[in-house]
């Protein structure tokens, strides 16, 4: 059986999606800017709903599992790495819709690359810092750490996909485009 927090992270994916692509739909396709901004700004709100929801459960008696974690990962990469999905969808609107310029997209080598890299990673640190602290509220929701463990193990593989990608990306490129 599917555990019900995560038919909600679930939804609150689409329905950052859903609510995202109407404020793009709304500023660029239909020409009505200030509706565009108003639904843009209510992006976070599907993290509220997903805070809210994941505290709820936990505080009417719900043992403390991988889900919740999930939920903390979720919020953490959703604030740390939100603003830049923002912009992505929003360049690629703004130049198919409204005839704005192409897309930026990511240097390929150089210094340029490297800064790149290291800037991405440290959004990954704040997501992690971010989910970090919200595991550190729901263990406090739940008030004890004997019913924590499926949420401090969703923190270790955070931290080991943060490893990875520091060793793959940031300083691999530090060491690759050097002298370039």
């Known amino acids: ?5 995560v038919v909600l992270i679930v939804a609150c994916e689409v329905g950052l999606w859903v609510v995202l692509g109407a404020g793009l739909v709304a500023r ?6 200030r509706l565009g901004a108003v639904l843009l700004v209510c992006t976070p709100l599907v993290d509220v709903v997903l805070l ?3 505290v709820v459960d936990l505080r009417a008696g719900g043992e403390a599992n ?7 990962i979720y919020l953490g990469v959703s604030v740390a790495f939100g603003h830049s999905v923002l912009r992505w969808a929003d360049q690629r609107f ?4 409204a005839g704005g310029p192409p897309p930026v997209k990511p240097p390929e080598r150089g210094p340029a690359r490297v800064r790149h890299e290291w800037r991405e990673w440290g959004k990954f640190v704040l997501a992690w810092a971010i989910a970090g602290a919200i595991v550190l ?3 406090h929701v739940v008030s004890t750490p004997e019913r924590a463990g499926g949420l401090l193990g969703q923190m270790w593989g955070m931290t080991v996909v943060g490893l990875v990608w ?3 990306w940031p300083v691999y490129h530090t060491i690759t485009d050097k002298g370039e």
């Open 66 to 72: 991988a889900s919740h974690g999930l939920a903390a």
């Open 52 to 54: 809210v929801a994941t």
């Open 166 to 168: 520091l060793i793959g």
């Open 28 to 33: 660029y396709v239909l020409r009505m800017p």
């Open 94 to 97: 703004d130049h198919r819709f």
């Open 137 to 139: 509220l729901l263990v």
């Open 1 to 5: 059986m599917v555990e019900p927090l």
